[in-house]
């Protein structure tokens, strides 16, 4: 990211700021259970949850912060949290 | 060598502090207001409401607010949408804009602000001191202070040119004393659109919100960016150090009006002792200065012009052959028991070869007046540090012992 004159920074800036490193736990998916609602896509603060083309989705863990959301929200408990191994 | 001040005396008028800001921001063309009342700002932003309903601001939008923080607010997408843009407030609204104040200056906004300066709550007061804008200092915003209803008009039309270039990109506050400048009428030149338009040209902003090139504007920076930002941020108020010089000779240029630069000098060669001071008081001082002088005491006076940035170098240069050096401050932090510009006074000569006698007086707080006797017990307080050495350093001064 380069700093612009005037402190203003190109387009898509997010794309850079990999918030993945923050996380002390993980979502992981339970395809068994999950019912493809679409819940957890549509309320990731992050916008981490991509479709798939099978209509399931799956984790971009460059941008996964470890919130939570997804996996509190699911009607299913369909997202488990993990400890994530360092 | 400061230029001598030529007011042309057939063009004067006499008018309100207030409508001379007014004024003086119509001429610069702004392109969106946005301003809630507030006393004693309240005629500068009547006065700008009266001239968009007459229609003499063109290409221009006043927007209504329901607080400071709104109006501050509205003018972060004005601006970055590259808009000349200007509000005015004072005390608890400018406080109300604190969080606004880091967004503008973070986001190299040039709005320009004026700042009826008055005491802050609690207790309630709508009076002048300078407590509401030295409570913004860390904001990132140029502070420039005014001595007289002149100043603070040709301040408004310097502000704005200091803010919009291209490697400064800073927001300013223009400060005027609250009633004691924005209620006294005065007589004055006031601003001639056509030499305003010489001296200030159209707003040309680098970069602008716009959907066919998008940008981001106050990115989300962690902590592999943020520190570079502030660096910049830093670096700009450093080079506006030598802008707001050069745009004072160029206004004088344009307009035949000096003030100073940074700092000015009055009959300080020679002086033993130096006062320094910012806003209105700075007359009064003048009037001391000159009824001392005929007794032959050796006394000057340093104005401070440019409060943000603090004119360091500016300030050694003209305290250097003092005996001792007399702040006064119509502030206080508290907790330290000093004004502002007694303690960053003292730290700019901390470290150089310079060793005198620095004392602050805290005076003027909530509009209590300072008198001519007040300003000669101090200068007599100084002769006595000369002879003596510091008893106090720093202290109230004009005390009611009765309320205590
Ligand atoms: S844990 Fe939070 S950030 Fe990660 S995918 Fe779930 S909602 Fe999104
Ligand atoms: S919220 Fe749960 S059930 Fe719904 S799509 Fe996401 S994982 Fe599947």
């Known amino acids: 990211m380069k700093i612009l004159p005037g402190g203003v920074c190109e387009a898509g800036t997010t794309r850079i700021n990999k918030t993945g490193g923050w996380r002390t736990f993980k979502p992981v998916y339970d395809y068994e259970k999950c019912i493809k609602c679409k819940l957890c896509e549509l309320l990731c603060p992050d916008s981490s949850i991509n479709p798939r083309d099978d209509g399931f989705f799956e984790f971009d863990y460059d941008f996964c912060k470890g919130c939570g959301i997804c996996a509190n929200e699911c009607p299913k408990d369909a997202i488990d949290m993990v400890l994530e191994e360092k | ?272 002792i130096i006062i320094m001071a910012m806003g209105s008081i700075i007359g009064t001082i003048k009037d001391v200065i000159d009824k001392l002088r005929d007794r032959n005491v050796k006394v000057g006076l340093l104005k401070v012009r440019s409060f943000r940035p603090f004119p360091v170098e500016a300030i050694k240069g003209a305290l250097k052959d003092a005996k001792v050096v007399v702040v006064l401050d119509k502030n206080i932090s508290l907790g330290l028991n000093e004004g502002a510009l007694f303690t960053e006074t003292k730290s700019s000569l901390y470290n150089t070869k310079l060793d005198m006698p620095i004392i602050g007086y805290m005076v003027g707080h909530g509009g209590r007046d300072i008198k001519v006797d007040l300003i000669e017990k101090i200068v007599d307080d100084a002769k006595e540090v000369i002879k003596t050495g510091i008893t106090i350093e720093s202290q109230f001064t004009d005390l009611k012992e009765e309320l205590l």
């Open chain 2, 1 to 272: 060598m400061a230029p001598e001040n030529k007011i042309d005396k057939e063009k004067m008028v006499v008018v309100e502090g207030s409508y001379a800001v007014a004024h003086a921001t119509k001429v610069c063309r702004p392109n969106v207001i946005s301003a809630y009342p507030i006393t004693p700002q309240t005629h500068i932003v009547e006065d700008l409401s009266q001239f968009m309903a007459d229609g003499e601001i063109p290409n221009c939008e006043y927007i209504n607010v329901e607080s400071e923080f709104s109006a501050l607010s509205a003018l972060v997408g004005a601006s970055a949408a590259g808009a000349r843009c200007y509000s005015a407030t004072t005390s608890q609204g400018l406080e109300l804009m604190h969080e606004v104040l880091f967004n503008i200056s973070g986001m190299r906004l040039p709005v320009v602000m004026t700042i009826a300066n008055r005491a802050v709550s609690a207790p309630i007061s709508i009076w002048n001191d300078h407590q509401d804008a030295i409570s913004q200092r860390d904001t990132g915003w140029l502070q420039l202070y005014a001595e007289n209803t002149q100043e603070i008009s040709d301040m408004t039309a310097q502000a704005f040119k200091i803010s919009e270039d291209k490697d400064i990109l800073m927001p300013s506050m223009v400060c005027m004393d609250g009633f004691i400048l924005s209620h006294v009428y005065e007589p004055i030149v006031l601003l001639e659109q056509d030499l305003t338009d010489e001296f200030l040209p159209a707003f040309e902003p680098e970069h602008v919100l716009d959907p066919k090139n998008p940008m981001s504007f106050g990115a989300f920076a962690d902590p592999n960016y943020y520190t570079e930002f502030r660096y910049l941020q830093e670096q700009a108020m450093q080079k506006s150090l030598k802008k707001i010089e050069d745009v004072a000779n160029e206004f004088y240029d344009v307009y035949g009006r000096y003030y100073g630069g940074l700092i000015d000098e009055y009959r300080t060669d020679d002086a033993d």
